[in-house]
């Protein structure tokens, strides 16, 4: 699209291989952080040098991100890394000072656009690639202007302005100037550089094939004039290596070669020679005597990585690295030892070959040298055990900072991988102070022989559903360890389905892929480009339980991945019922749990492609939950089977694994056992719940592997049989019939009102004094609303028919009085009801009429209460109606929550309107909205809103809850 794009290298130094995305990308120009001496000096106040120091010198930053990605790729230039930003005002400050790759990102760029400005000025017209083989062949090293050289940090150099801007006016127009040339490495999986790095691969064939396919503009079709552009294209290219152990071809020559998928040649490796560490070179290919000042047209980075290990052995313990450095091999031919001399700007690097089966490493830090100053030298350790693949470093490495005290032993750990090459880089933090340090570091490696060969595996130790337990083992093949194990669950993972789903076309002004440069020019501008399709899915799901739970949704499929994820873009939010968001999240980073009181919420989830049918094949895609448990739940190991089959047993003398030495080729079998602990009520069947098993509780972060158990179904409640034989004959044929007519009924009522008046009216005639039959007239009376104006009063005349209709002296089934002898004093206990089955039922009934009584007083009580609100009519009705209501009810007697709601709205209004008690309602109305969110949360604050507006001074309170309403209740639903 004609555009040139600068990103950041990232903040993740100083260690190699930590450049990621979107740095680690082809297509944008990456740039590192460079601080010069002057910025030192005015940015950060660095102390000048001592007596004895070296002069403050220009450097890349120790956190600018260093290449080469694990395919061979650097960053592209560097610029300075330091700015003076301004910053919102809230932070109650004018401006800031910054420092990152994110400064010298922007540096680079505005030093573009004043390059493009020159060079327009001149009438040229500089695309994308012109410019960014520009940069590269002007940028100054930091070596020229007395720094410290870095092509892992800095790629080409310093950006140099006036030298770019003369560049691209000298060799603007020249063939193949602005033609972007692709360099791969087939054999390397396509790498875009050569970077040997395991002690393995310097012993193997060290000759590779390098692909060069020029890229041109894409189009569907093209012109005249770029079809004779690509057909005549004919470059001879020198090929020069700038070190000696590489060898190279003296040229070749370019041609589009488009249709033999472009052309070859091969490059030698010589590491013989080399010394412990790391070396960098480049082959670069030039146009040669006929333009030499033009540069490269491209070249190919070559990295190799020779360990230090690889100089050592038990026959030779020691090397001498330099007047001031060591390195050797401990006695048990296993551990190392280096001394590092560390100075401002330069990382310094130990590259060691892990031996095979190790786990983790220990890395022990100490300062090497009395100090003769009174500071204190901060050091930055940054350890990556393995480069490969896709994998990030930053889901392996060990990054820790410490302040190096004499006389004090620093230690860290990191997980390692057997046979790679694992790097331990130090670098002085000397932005503050650049006296350098003196450091001394022994490397461990240990092995506990339980993970698989994978150093970042999704496979976890799994405990299926039926099954009680799961098997490992645990050994000691490097040297004796300590066993000191600890498991428990911590979270539960519960998958969703998508309950619906809509794709449609993106707004056309916004959601439209641009057609490129050169599809415009082959359509003659008649191409409108590529409109993108939106899908979004919403997932629903039930919190229950009185008590708060932490939720974080993802989408573990899509998850973690930008660049190469199969969609555009991702986005979710989390939503109650109210449409209130209570949280954004994405493709990349998890956000931050939630908490989730008791109720109904919504994830819906936004994925954008310019196909529709990638998002069609994708409509069922599953969403994850993970829910906190209040309470961490312990798995017990045990290095018997028969303990860890039976869970639940605990009183034969059982006692869980304990700490203990796992001597050197000794080996251990560990059964983790299920927790022997309930589940809380709110897992369900099919929920896994996770957490981790711990080998060694004192080194959490590199012994825990990730353990998940399947929820079983849960118990199934067994029948008492004696209970059984108190009503062996169950219902009678007459019983099931009125049932199944009921049944009916409940069916019809939002359906065909005069169906359900017929239907009840008989039912009424067979049992006038059936407690389901009445109970099933009231929710009638409740939820078929009037079309009338005076809803609330023929809801109200409706309720009060049905409470006639209940009462004794009508022929209904209550008796007040018998209600209230029954349960006040006659009600028998738990065990006699256990023992009589005639007791049982009596029970039974007696719970059933006064539950039938309880919602008819609530019902007749709350609609008394709309109407008295009102003002229609006198609160003498709503007076006597929630007198008898508290009578027969607490907020502790009724279990649904909307009840309890009504029930506190009730009580609230009484004391406001029938006792003129306003701080009484104030006070119930808050008690009774603690623990509840959505709607109901809604209900009882509009109604704390009413009785704010009634007392003079409180005004301010409504207004705040106001806003408050406002807030979880949306009425513009956002969405994502």
């Not at 699209?1 to 950041?8: D, I, K, L, P």
């Not at 000691?476 to 389905?497: G, I």
């Amino acid at each position: 699209w004609g555009m040139a794009v600068f990103t950041s290298a990232g903040n993740d130094g100083p260690a190699l291989s930590s450049l990621g995305s979107p740095g680690s990308l082809s297509a944008p120009i990456t740039v590192g952080a460079y601080v010069s001496p002057e910025m030192s000096a005015e940015q950060y106040s660095t102390l000048p040098p001592g007596d004895e120091d070296a002069p403050l010198k220009g450097a890349s930053y120790y956190f600018s991100s260093r290449g080469p990605t694990p395919d061979g790729l650097l960053p592209d230039i560097c610029a300075p890394g330091g700015a003076i930003s301004p910053v919102p005002r809230h932070a109650l400050q004018g401006k800031a000072q910054y420092h990152g790759t994110s400064m010298s990102s922007p540096n680079a760029c505005g030093v573009a656009a004043c390059i493009l400005s020159a060079a327009k000025s001149e009438g040229i017209n500089c695309g994308p690639i012109e410019l960014k083989r520009a940069l590269a062949n002007t940028a100054t090293s930091a070596g020229a202007v007395g720094g410290v050289d870095d092509p892992f940090a800095q790629g080409a150099g310093l950006v140099s302005a006036r030298d770019c801007a003369d560049y691209v006016v000298a060799h603007h127009g020249k063939v193949g100037q602005n033609l972007a040339v692709d360099v791969t490495v087939p054999a390397r999986n396509g790498a875009r550089g050569i970077y040997v790095r395991d002690e393995a691969e310097l012993d193997g064939p060290l000759t590779f094939v390098v692909n060069v396919k020029p890229r041109f503009s894409h189009a569907n079709q093209r012109t005249s004039r770029e079809m004779d552009e690509l057909l005549s294209l004919e470059l001879d290219l020198q090929l020069r290596a700038s070190e000696d152990w590489v060898t190279c071809p003296d040229g070749m020559r370019l041609m589009s070669a488009k249709e033999r998928g472009g052309q070859t040649f091969s490059v030698r490796l010589n590491p013989e020679g080399l010394s412990p560490g790391v070396h960098h070179a480049k082959v670069r290919a030039g146009i040669g005597t006929s333009d030499p000042d033009r540069g490269e047209v491209f070249s190919l980075p070559v990295t190799v990585v020779v360990p230090h290990t690889r100089f050592v052995s038990k026959d030779k313990p020691s090397l001498k690295l330099n007047d001031d450095e060591t390195f050797g091999l401990k006695e048990n031919g296993l551990d190392v030892s280096t001394t590092y001399e560390l100075v401002q700007g330069v990382p310094n690097r130990r590259f060691l070959t892990v031996p095979r089966g190790a786990e983790y490493a220990t890395i022990k830090l100490r300062s090497a040298k009395s100090s003769t100053t009174s500071s204190t030298p901060r050091v930055l350790v940054h350890a990556v055990p393995f480069v490969r693949g896709d994998m990030p470093n930053t889901a392996c490495q060990l990054k820790k900072a410490f302040a190096m005290k004499e006389g004090v032993e620093e230690e860290c750990h990191v997980r390692v991988k057997g046979g790679s090459t694992m790097e331990v880089c130090l670098q002085l933090l000397w932005l503050a102070d650049p006296a350098g340090a003196s450091v001394s570091a022994d490397v461990e490696f240990h092995s506990l022989d339980a993970r698989g060969p994978t150093l970042v595996a999704s496979q976890p130790i799994a405990i299926a559903a039926a099954e009680e337990y799961a098997r490992l083992g645990a050994g000691a093949p490097l040297r004796s360890e300590r066993l000191n194990p600890a498991c428990a669950l911590k979270s539960v993972r519960r998958t969703l389905r998508p309950h619906d789903s809509t794709i449609k076309l993106g707004l056309a002004e916004l959601d439209v892929l641009p057609p490129s440069d050169a599809e415009v020019r082959s359509s003659n501008g008649n191409q409108s480009g590529t409109r993108i399709y939106e899908m979004r899915l919403s997932y629903k799901f039930k919190i229950e339980g009185d008590k708060e739970i932490k939720v974080r949704p993802s989408v573990p499929s899509l998850f973690d991945q930008i660049y190469d994820s199969p969609v555009d873009s991702q986005l979710w939010s989390l939503e109650d019922e109210n449409s209130q968001i209570l949280q954004y999240g994405g493709a990349i980073h998890h956000a931050d749990p939630v908490p989730l009181k008791k109720g109904e919420y919504t994830v819906a989830l936004l994925l954008r492609h310019p196909n529709r049918s990638v998002l069609e094949r994708m409509k069922d895609v599953p969403c994850e939950l993970s829910l906190a448990l209040p309470d961490a739940l312990t798995c017990n190991l045990y290095d018997e089977l028969d303990k860890a089959s039976t869970p639940s047993l605990k009183d034969d003398g059982r006692a869980p694994l304990e700490s203990m030495l796992l001597r050197k080729g000794s080996r251990k079998d560990i059964y983790v056992a299920r927790p022997a602990e309930d589940l809380p009520d709110w897992v369900a069947p099919g929920d896994v719940l996770a957490g981790s098993l711990v080998l060694d509780k004192d080194r959490e972060g590199v012994t825990s592997m990730d353990l998940l158990y399947v929820a079983p179904p849960k118990p199934v409640k067994k029948k008492d049989p004696e209970k059984d034989k108190s009503d062996p004959d169950g219902d009678s044929l007459e019983d099931a019939v009125f049932k199944a007519k009921l049944d009916h009924l409940s069916k019809l009522r939002t359906k065909d009102a005069a169906a359900y008046g017929e239907l009840a009216a008989a039912l009424e005639g067979e049992r006038p004094s059936s407690v389901p039959l009445l109970s099933e007239l009231l929710s009638f009376a409740l939820e078929v609303a009037p079309a009338e104006t005076d809803r609330d009063e023929r809801r109200a005349r409706g309720v009060e028919l049905v409470y006639d209709k209940m009462r004794s002296e009508n022929g209904g089934p209550i008796d007040a009085a018998s209600l209230a002898q029954y349960f006040g004093a006659s009600e028998p206990d738990k065990e006699e009801l256990e023992d009589d089955a005639e007791a049982r039922k009596t029970n039974e009934g007696m719970n059933e009429r006064r539950k039938l009584l309880r919602r008819v007083l609530l019902a007749r009580a709350s609609l008394a209460g709309d109407i008295a609100a009102e003002g229609a009519t006198p609160a003498a009705g709503f007076d006597e109606a929630a007198r008898e209501l508290k009578r027969w009810a607490t907020a502790d007697d009724l279990k649904d929550d909307e009840e309890r709601v009504d029930l506190a709205i009730v009580l609230a209004r009484h004391a406001r309107i029938c006792q003129d008690k306003k701080a009484t309602a104030i006070s119930i109305l808050s008690k009774a909205k603690k623990d509840l969110s959505g709607k109901l949360l809604k209900r009882v604050d509009e109604e704390l809103i009413e009785v704010y507006g009634l007392i003079d001074g409180t005004e301010h309170l409504g207004e705040n809850l106001k806003e408050g309403v406002a807030a979880r209740s949306p009425v513009l639903k956002r969405g994502v």
